[in-house]
């Protein structure tokens, strides 16, 4: 199952993903490819990265890392907007112009530099998909309300047309609100099977919070 994750901070921008493809056929997993797939590319020209998360055979039957290294190697862009147009155009144009069925969630994460509000180059984020989505946790508690236990399960909204979503900066924040979180918290988008990593992160990084509080200890480090 698919993990990707794009954080952006004051120093810059890091992106991670899994290696694994998950082949399914009816309903049924019928392979999981481990090996020959990339799901985190580089675009050179515009000195951004890119990968992708969900039901990407029901875009192109083209490997999709082989469909994206067409499009990334195209004379069609010239900046991280104009790519995300083109790329926008070329998944709809894939799909033909007609949202995927539902439950066919499809998202590509593209984080680059790009002028801010005030004209300002920064780390900026851009999630291109074809509708929202959610994990639902579906809690049950005993009768004294103490949870016993959940059930994770995907849920998302009908699907439609691939559109550009600009996650970070938001542009329904102010500069100084985008600014802030940029400089103090930064901006993690997760997309995939991220159920566990996202368990785990919330208590690292109360753990992380903890130990920093120490004159002597700095995790991670300061860059200097």
């Not at 999630?127 to 959610?134: A, D, K, L, P, T």
């Not at 103090?184 to 997309?191: K, P």
């Not at 159920?195 to 991670?220: G, R, T």
Request: glycine share 6%; hydrophobic share 40%.
């Amino acid at each position: 199952m698919t993990l990707v994750l794009t954080e952006i901070t004051k120093v810059g921008i890091a992106m991670a993903a899994d290696s694994a493809i998950t082949k399914i056929q009816g309903n049924k997993i019928i392979e999981v490819d481990e090996q020959g797939w990339q799901k985190l590319l580089r675009i050179p020209k515009i000195n951004a990265g890119i990968s992708y998360w969900g039901m990407i055979g029901a875009v192109t039957r083209q490997q999709f890392d082989n469909w994206l290294q067409d499009k990334i190697a195209s004379d069609q862009y010239n900046d991280l907007y104009s790519f995300a147009n083109y790329l926008v155009s070329e998944l709809n144009k894939a799909c033909k112009n007609v949202p995927l069925k539902d439950r066919h969630d499809v998202g590509i994460h593209l984080a680059g530099y790009s002028a801010w509000s005030d004209k300002v180059i920064r780390p900026t984020f851009l999630h291109i998909h074809n509708g929202h989505g959610r994990i639902l946790m579906n809690p049950k508690y005993d009768h004294n309300k103490i949870l016993i236990s959940i059930n994770p399960v995907w849920d998302s909204d009908s699907r439609k047309l691939f559109e550009i979503h600009n996650d970070f900066p938001n542009p329904d924040i102010s500069l100084i609100g985008n600014l802030n979180t940029l400089n103090n918290t930064g901006w993690i988008t997760r997309n995939g099977d991220f159920f566990l990593y996202a368990v785990l992160q919330e208590y690292i990084n109360k753990a992380i919070y903890f130990i920093n509080l120490s004159q002597n200890i700095k995790i991670p480090k300061k860059p200097t």
